[in-house]
């Protein structure tokens, strides 16, 4: 499926650029992305909500991704995706409980991401 829009959180600059490119190759729109969890929920509030959100849990701001994600699942139907290099399985735990779509680790394939994107979006869907 494509021209859904997804809003990439994420406070590397680097990182967001190569999944924006990935994302828009695939036919994805993509926001502009958030480099925080507060810039995140500003977003939301005053854009129309994305198809699906890809999550870092390490941003800036005060707000990390897992507390981020919580506050975005209380006021709004999104699904969410965890991009993460932190592999503990406490955190794995505590992303899943938020965002049962899915949590993809750094370095990612590309085409396991897109795997990934394209599940979240079509189970959203139904």
């Given at each position: ?18 999944l924006t490119e990935i994302l828009e190759k695939a036919g ?99």
């Amino acid at each position: 499926m494509t021209g859904e829009i997804i809003q990439i959180v994420e406070d590397e600059g680097l990182i967001a650029l190569h999944l924006t490119e990935i994302l828009e190759k695939a036919g994805y729109r993509v926001l502009d992305p958030a480099y925080s969890g507060e810039m995140a929920l500003r977003v939301l509030e005053l854009f129309p909500i994305p198809g699906l959100i890809l999550m870092d849990i390490g941003l800036g701001g005060s707000l990390d991704g897992i507390e981020t994600a919580r506050q975005i699942q209380k006021r709004f139907t999104v699904p969410l995706i965890f991009i993460t290099a932190y592999t503990s399985e406490n955190l794995l735990v505590r992303m899943l409980e938020v965002a049962p779509e899915g949590v993809i680790t750094k370095p990612f394939v590309d085409t396991d991401l897109l795997d990934l994107v394209g599940k979240a979006l079509s189970h959203a869907a139904t």
